[in-house]
């Protein structure tokens, strides 16, 4: 066999390692929110889900109602990586809270990373630093996380996004730390060491009391 065939073959196996590969083979996932709120498989808890067409917006509205509502995406798991996407609140004091949850074991058991909208450029200082926030139920409540350890699972956000418009997010996720960026910064917003390990993979959109929102361009990119 000539050296040269031999190098070729060896070259191929390589490739074909690294390809299949973990770290590889994790690819993007983009759900169609828009097509997902007609999906018979979704589990949406305590809220209605409808699909929302909004010029370049096109994506899922998730309905106002008291107590915490959830969308879980189907077929998608989450344990490391990213989530981004845009999502609209609005500017009423106590009725906006929007976010994302990750490491869901059920309907009351996960990580969530949301905002409050309604404090983004509120002239109080207090409100301001309550605008971006991390919580891990159904322990660590933001009520728990806020008396306990003050002003270490919440945030300002700056610059401060428009409270009633549409903003975009990322959030990072490892085993050592949940980053929270928001727009085009590339400073975190938030920044904190999870509280306690969660042993869920479920991911899904997440709103909080009294509170809609609007969630459009999700994309989850895992990593190993």
């Known amino acids: 066999m000539k050296p040269s065939y031999i190098f070729l073959l060896r070259l191929c196996c390589v490739v074909g390692l690294l390809i299949t590969s973990p770290a590889i083979a994790q690819k993007k996932t983009s759900p169609d929110l828009a097509t997902l709120a007609q999906d018979p498989k979704i589990v949406v808890v305590n809220r209605s889900a409808t699909a929302l067409s909004e010029g370049p917006q096109k994506g899922v509205r998730l309905d106002q109602r008291p107590g915490e509502g959830l969308l879980w995406l189907p077929d998608v798991t989450f344990t490391n990586g990213s989530i981004e996407f845009d999502v609209r609140g609005k500017d009423v004091l106590q009725q906006s809270f929007v976010g994302i949850a990750f490491h869901g074991q059920n309907d009351s058991t996960y990580e969530a990373v949301y905002f409050r909208p309604f404090n983004f450029r509120s002239e109080d200082p207090v409100r301001r630093i309550h605008a971006v926030q991390y919580i ?13 350890f003050p002003n270490k699972y919440e945030a300002a956000v700056a610059p401060a996004p428009d409270p009633n418009g549409w903003f975009h997010v990322r959030i990072e996720v490892t085993g050592s730390n949940v980053r929270a960026f928001v727009n085009q910064s590339t400073t975190a917003a938030l920044e904190v060491e999870p509280i306690q390990k969660r042993p869920g993979n479920r991911i899904g959109l997440w709103v ?17």
């Not at 999700?218 to 190993?224: A, C, G, K, N, S």
């Open 208 to 224: 909080g009391n009294a509170s809609g929102g609007d969630f459009a361009n999700l994309t989850i990119t895992p990593v190993p």
């Open 136 to 148: 891990s139920h159904p322990t660590y409540s933001w009520q728990k996380l806020r008396t306990e």
